[in-house]
T-cell receptor, first 113, second 113 residues
């Protein structure tokens, strides 16, 4: 199994541009999550999904959108990128929201200038 | 979720046991204690979790005090590859929906050769 994969690894955006961060998992997990990590800080939850077609906001959803059309994929969309969105973005998945451990991808480092 | 307090950083000699403390004095009865770690520039990695009994797996042991107000993660024979930021997370276990993880700043554990 590849686990959780994320593309791209790095990206530089200009202010106002848009992009989609890709996330895929091959573990047949229903639960998927997007986090962001600012320098020297812990992770903050952006959006999560409990299954295909179902998504909900986390702690810091403003400026982002998500969709979940399949179990495997959970893309994160940035519209009108701002410097405050410069961060490392991690996608994660788990088989259970109750006790299951979350498996994280390698992250996407995004810089908005 | 209850708040956790961890030391900012700790050193440990290679081959010795690393004991990482975590204070969670406001923990409630339905909250589990989780530990994750993050090696530089990688996604977080699950280590162990527990409710009130001590737990052990192939990576570490988790000791939770009887009053559950604090816990200690023990890496029995630390290696250089254990150098990472260790996060103690207290998490409410709910019956439905998805629960993201709330990461603080963690403890930066440095294993010295």
């Amino acid at each position: 199994n590849a686990g959780v994969t994320q593309t791209p690894k790095f990206r530089i955006l200009k202010i106002g541009q848009s992009m989609t961060l890709q996330c895929a998992q091959d573990m047949n997990h229903n639960y998927m999550y997007w986090y962001r990590q600012d320098p020297g800080m812990g992770l903050k939850l952006i959006y999560y999904s409990v299954g295909a077609g179902i998504t909900d906001k986390g702690e810091v959803p403003n400026g982002y959108n998500v969709s979940r059309s399949t179990t495997e994929d959970f893309p994160l969309r940035l519209e009108l990128a701002a410097p405050s969105q410069t961060s490392v973005y991690f996608c994660a998945s788990s088989y259970s929201s109750v006790l299951g451990e979350q498996y994280f991808g390698p992250g996407t480092r995004l810089t908005v200038t | 979720d209850a708040k956790t307090t961890q030391p900012t950083s700790m050193d440990c000699a290679e081959g010795r046991a690393a004991n990482l403390p975590c204070n969670h004095s406001t923990i409630s009865g339905n909250e589990y204690v989780y530990w994750y770690r993050q090696i530089h520039s990688q996604g977080p990695q699950y280590i162990i979790h527990g409710l009130k009994n001590n737990e052990t797996n192939e990576m570490a042991s988790l000791i939770i005090t009887e009053d559950r107000k604090s816990s200690t993660l023990i890496l029995p024979h630390a290696t250089l590859r254990d150098t990472a930021v260790y996060y103690c997370i207290v998490r409410v276990v709910t019956g439905g929906g998805a629960d993201g993880l709330t990461f603080g700043k963690g403890t930066h554990l440095i294993i010295q050769p």
